[in-house]
Structure formats: C-alpha cells, structure tokens
C-alpha cells in the first residue's frame, strides 16, 4: 500500500480566495444600492481596453493623411515625409520640402531655381531662307 496516496491528489485553491473576495464585493455593494459604483467601474474598464484600440485607428488614419511618398525632384530616389516637414534626400543630400503633391526643391529667399532644358542645335545652312533674303 502507498502511504502518500492520498496526499498526490491536491487542488491549487491560491487564487480561488481572490476570487470569490471580488464577487463577495460585488454581491455585498449591489445589496446595498451601490450597483451604480460596479457599473462605473465596468465602463471604466471597457474605456481602458477600448482606448488602444481607437488610438490604433485614429493614428492610422491621421497617418494616411499627412504621409506623402513621392520622388526626389533631383536625383529621382523615393522618398517618404510629414507634409509641410523640410527632408533631406538620402541619396543626393538635397534638402525638399514636402508638399500636398510632393517634393520641391527647398531654396533661400532671393534663389531663383531654374530647370535645364535640352535645346538642339542647328547649323545656319540647315535653317530655311525667309522671303526678304531671296
């Protein structure tokens, strides 16, 4: 015969006596018409669990909003900024400015930015002879 027999079969109550002081709490503040108390303090704990998750949303949104990806004006590297935040390229250094449509060029006052435009050439015997020189 096993004398520890009956002592392998235990049941862990540690956590039952936190237990059933809460619903003892409950019960005795409902019999007193405190109800509204428990109820306060149940929405209380559905706004914390709740808060999270409408910050997530909220952020996001405001994320999509204000996040705009475009390319460098320059060097055409893709770039990722804040709308209205000066960013300079990771590739070319250039410092952009970050608009509701893209990147710009971010220029002192007094710069004029000017773009290059490809012009060809043309030799002067290649040009037609106006009406006066005939």
Known sequence: MNPNGFRQLQFNWSGLGC??????????????????????????????LLAPIIAFVG??????????????????????????VQTPCVNCGTVLLTT??????????????????EVEVESVEQLPKSSTEQ
């Open 19 to 48: 237990w059933l002081t809460a619903i003892a709490i409950v019960w005795l503040l409902g019999a007193l018409g405190l109800g509204w108390l428990v109820k306060s303090f149940a929405v209380l704990v559905i706004l914390l």
């Open 59 to 84: 952020f996001r949104w405001w994320l999509q909003r204000s996040l705009i990806q475009a390319d460098c004006p320059v060097c055409g590297t893709r770039l990722a900024s804040l709308k209205g």
């Open 100 to 117: 509701d449509v893209g990147f710009q060029r971010s220029t002192p006052d007094g710069t004029i930015d000017v773009d290059a435009v």
